[in-house]
């Protein structure tokens, strides 16, 4: 495999064999390093990229610097299919179908905050369902579960959880429309009956953040976003409802591949072509789980509200919804094919859409600056707000980076460090952490991930995305 | 014998024995491991589930996500396996008859408690990465990726 350098931080996967495109990396020189490294283990994220770029009616594909393994697709890949020739794909979404991160700002400032830190945190975790086998406050039943699966956040919005203006800050407005809620089965909508506003575990989380730095004066006024201001941000997905959708349509995808012929190199990229009727259920599927997702971070940020209702002298009306946005998603959208503008499916696997100005699918108060993306830290680390800009809308349709990415295996950071250690450590930096399980907190260890201040930076300097703001953990909740 | 293998982002699982049944019991426990101790489950009640696939891979994948299902839909923990693999005929939705791979397993466990079980992470499912089930230098072995 040969890759090719075209700028600083731009790099292609030079076509070969069976591959339709070279597909580009943005990183830099030690993520290259690292991405040839790996190529010693016959599953890398390298190799990952090279089978994606088989699949039929590939229009384009991008890594972003938080690219590592993933099942399939890398983790921080986006891929554009044509809706003719192309294929709806498994590994491009994943079961974690439209995991995001909902996120609000507090009237508080910082200081306020940490003068009631231990309270807030208390009643944040006793607030938010987390955890294996909790459930939430809303008990749905099928009909129920077809209205949600429909109507995204706009369900639990009318059930009292939050406000109209709340969707407007939502990516699609909390609702992807043309959902046949058939093609979703009973035992998936069973399975999730009572985790709507759950926050699930593994690296889900809900974080009370400093605004530490501005870095951009006028986005950041745009975004509603000071100095010292305080930032919540909760990232979880579709929980078990999409979890069942993938392991469901996971064989369904692996008989389309025999019915239509399709040749792909590794079993874990069964796909459908997207115009079948295989492709279209999958499809609408997925925009199902996506929904489920918006509903559940909404009823989630809800909650939050609450909480800081609780343990301050504010209104829960006061705490403002920032914004809503996935990063395992299909999607269509409309971007520059071959020099045309045309509308394709996109898939993004731990890539954020991050649309520029004067997008249209841009919350209007924030339409003129770009849209907002938030980058999730881990733990101990910072977060980032960020902005899209126009030219991500030519070179990696629209896409930026998730997080940092994953550097060290879940099994190797458990080998090398303790819940204990990890809640001790960071408490002496000033951050609570309140975990149902410390057994799985080793697995999330800042240190299990690449730095994130270096990925933020290669996007900034790219110019795929901008530095808006950093943000500095000061409680961080966890299932 | 069953293990978690290296995987970056999420957890591999492998368990291996004397037959593929007995791989896949041990690669179920596997799986429970990444959610729970399983030495903190007691085998107090039994289910049984009854699965086929178009191959054993393909089966594989299946049994631990119906195991997975089972843990959110009834709220239950299983430790201990009795897997039985055979193949069967089944006539399709277009009336095509088809080999296919059959399972049956008893399971045995209790429901889930949060003051007696030692809990760790809860898995999103099973995934067709690194999949393989049969038989590899005189042992069976079944494994695959869970994203967790």
Redo the contacts between chains.
Sequence with gaps: MQIKQLSKFVYELEKEGQMRLAPRIFADNEIISVLKSEQTNPNNSLKQLQNLSTLPGLKGAVCLADVHLGYGAPIGTTTVSDLKEGVITFASTGYDINCGVHSLVVPLTAKEIKEKRKELAEELFKTIPAGVGIGGKLKLNKDEMDDLLEKGAEYVVAKGFGNKKDLQLMEENGKIKGVDPKSVSDKAKERATDQVGTLGSGNHYCEVQEIEKIFDTSAAKAFGLEEGGTFVSIHCGSRALGHQIGTEYLPILDSAVKKYNISIPERDLVCAPINSEEGQQYFSAIKAGSNAAFANRQVIGVLVKRAFEKIFEINEKEVNTFYDIGHNTAKLEKHLIEGKKREVLVQRKGSTRGFGPKCNEVPLQYRKVGQPVIVGGSMGTNSFILKGTTKAMKETFGSTIHGAGRSMSRTSALGKYTGEQIVLDLAKKGIIIKARSLKGLPEEAPEAYKDIISVVEIMHAAGISEKVAKLKPLICVKG | MHE????????GVRGTGITLSQAFEECAVALTEI???TRTIQPKKSHVLELN??DN??LL??FL?EL??I???K?MFYSKFRIKLGKENIVDSSGNVKEMVTLKATCFGEK?N?NKH????????A?????FAGEKNGQFIAQC?V??
């Design positions: 978690h293998f290296e995987h970056q982002a999420d957890v959610i729970v101790d696939g178009t891979g393909a994948v299946s996500n997975l299902f843990k959110d839909k709220k889930i949060r030692a809990l760790r992470t809860d898995p999103k499912a995934t067709y990465s690194e999949l990726v994203d967790v």
